[in-house]
């Protein structure tokens, strides 16, 4: 095993010294990587409430904030489609897109905004929605979806090292990253700062599913290889970082 100094490095702020020696893409004039993984054409996609038309989600965010904390229990119930748009727009949602089509600014923050975060969904119970696997398409505010099929929210609780909680949630967020986003600008560095990144998303999640009467777990414990596979990924150029199952939860327990 590595020296426990060799990993503690990536933590702490020395490679923006090593990074500002380099010629970083970016310094290069190589233009950056899209914002967003392509659809592949003829995918269904699936519009979303407009962030302006969401009518849920209104809660007071001290209360929200009050609320917080990690659900490891779920019912059975569903969640609406307008409330995973809400939950969505508030994890990923695109405020402006700029650079002509470059850039995004979005509801999280994110190092020099490169975002280099793709979203998918194992949907087991979202009213409208087949169960399947799904991607957010954050520029257009769509879904697209990658396959049909029930029980996908049960794998990834295996591929979680046996996290069975996370089956019984309504729909499974599954975040990878594309880190060459972050490595165009950052190169060394951008290990942590997409780290960094990472918590926020999760943190809106939390905030946002007490928001509408659910609530979330961050997940960071899981088999690398199962969960890249089970969403067909690369595991190089793109790989799992975060997953978080969203359901509804009894009263009792999100007031305990
Ligand atoms: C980065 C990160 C990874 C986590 N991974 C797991 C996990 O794999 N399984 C789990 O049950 N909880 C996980 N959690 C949740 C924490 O255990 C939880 O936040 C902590 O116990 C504090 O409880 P609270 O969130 O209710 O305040 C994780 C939290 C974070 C921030």
Request: charged share 20%; aromatic share 8%; proline share 6%.
């Amino acid at each position: 095993m590595e020296s426990m100094e060799t990993y503690r490095r990536f933590l702490k702020a020395y490679w923006w010294d090593e990074r500002d020696k380099v010629d970083t893409d970016q310094k290069q004039h190589i233009p950056p990587p899209p914002p967003q993984k392509p659809c592949a054409p003829g995918t269904v996609r699936i519009d979303l409430a407009a962030p302006e038309e969401l009518t849920v989600g209104t809660m007071p965010l001290g209360e929200a904030m009050q609320r917080r904390k990690s659900h490891r229990a779920f019912t059975q119930e569903s969640l609406t489609l307008e409330e995973l748009a809400f939950l969505l727009w508030a994890t990923q949602g695109v405020r402006e897109i700029v650079a002509g089509g470059r850039g995004t600014r979005r509801i999280v923050p994110s190092a020099g905004a490169r975002h280099p975060f793709e979203t998918y969904l194992a949907v087991e119970r979202v009213a409208g929605l087949e169960p399947g696997l799904y991607r957010y398409l954050p520029m257009e505010h769509q879904l697209c979806l990658l396959h049909t099929g029930s029980g996908l929210a049960e794998k990834v609780g295996c591929a979680c090292r046996d996290q069975a909680f996370i089956g019984q949630g309504a729909v499974v967020f599954i975040w990878t990253v594309i880190p060459y986003r972050a490595e165009w600008r950052y190169l060394m560095v951008a290990p942590k700062m997409i780290a960094l990144d990472a918590g926020h998303l999760c943190q809106n999640l939390y905030l946002a599913s007490e928001a509408i009467g659910a609530g979330t777990c961050a997940v960071g414990a899981y088999r690398q290889d199962q969960m890249d596979a089970l969403l067909g990924v690369d595991g190089q150029e793109e790989f799992v970082i975060y997953i978080a199952p969203v359901g509804r939860v009894t009263v009792n327990a999100s007031a305990a």
